[in-house]
């Protein structure tokens, strides 16, 4: 099979998207034996033509998760494409029910600037973590983020929990987040359960989400996070209205890495 792509860097979370049709069944394999090719690659994503009335392009990541990260870079390849400037960009999303909007501004190095509406968690709550104990967990659709505070766990516990933990949460998608509260910054893992792939992202925007929306819930009011990753700064802001969060969203960069062709 051959396949058209292109790879993105949102924060150094290196997102490959192909743009070739791939039946859904086939998306998990294919996406496996992609990263397993291309080291540096931390997640896949599949354009597909969207169903959703308003949107453009529908982008399908490897385990049916959301990925802010991902639908960032997706709406700068539909911009890239369409040879726009400024603009805003609906997507149907894997794991986002309706319609996102990213909006986009070009930037002087050739890169994106964007701000993407992030899914609302359905839960902001609590998990016990294997090692860890109980920690504030995030739940969106597809995806679920335990915030393990800093020290708690090494990266090798880490890596030990974060499978049954996802098989214990019945999740699509688990991530564990090593949150130095007080330096504003985290280390993501994720894993994705339909690839078996566990991955210490450089940057994670539904894991930075997931941060601003648990702070929000704490204080009962709207919080704005600047987190440090180790790809650089995601930033997120949490609106709190009615006694739960009403709004969400991140904002970051992404910018085209390579195009091209391959055979699997």
């Not at 280390?187 to 994705?192: R, T």
Request: with cysteine; glycine share 12%.
């Amino acid at each position: 099979m051959e396949l058209e792509y292109t790879v993105w860097d949102p924060t150094k979370n290196i997102t490959l998207l192909v743009s070739t049709p791939v039946e859904r069944g086939a998306q998990a394999e294919t996406a496996a034996r992609l990263m397993a090719a291309r080291p540096q690659v931390e997640q896949v994503g599949f354009l597909e033509p969207a169903a959703a009335p308003g949107a453009e392009l529908r982008l399908q990541m490897m385990g049916g998760e959301f990925c802010g990260n991902a639908s960032m870079s997706a709406a700068a390849e539909l911009a890239q494409r369409t040879g726009g400037g400024a603009r805003t960009v609906p997507l149907e999303v894997s794991g986002y029910p309706g319609v996102l909007s990213v909006r986009l501004s070009p930037r002087t190095d050739g890169g994106w600037d964007g701000t993407v509406a992030m899914p609302l968690p359905r839960t902001v709550g609590t998990a016990e973590v294997p090692g860890a104990g109980r920690v504030p967990a995030v739940t969106f659709n597809g995806i679920t983020h335990c915030i393990v505070p800093a020290g708690r766990l090494t990266r090798a516990q880490a890596e030990a929990a974060v499978r049954p933990l996802c098989a214990a949460l019945g999740a699509d998608a688990c991530g564990i987040l090593l949150y130095d509260e007080p330096a504003g910054a985290f280390a993501p893992l994720v894993f994705v359960a339909s690839t078996g792939t566990a991955v210490w992202e450089s940057g994670c925007g539904s894991g930075t989400a997931a941060v601003a929306a648990v702070l929000a819930s704490r204080a009962g009011a709207d919080r704005t996070v600047r987190l440090r990753q180790p790809g650089g700064t995601i930033a997120a802001h949490a609106e709190w209205a009615g006694g739960r969060v009403a709004a969400l969203s991140i904002t970051g960069q992404t910018a085209l890495v390579e195009r091209g062709r391959c055979t699997l």
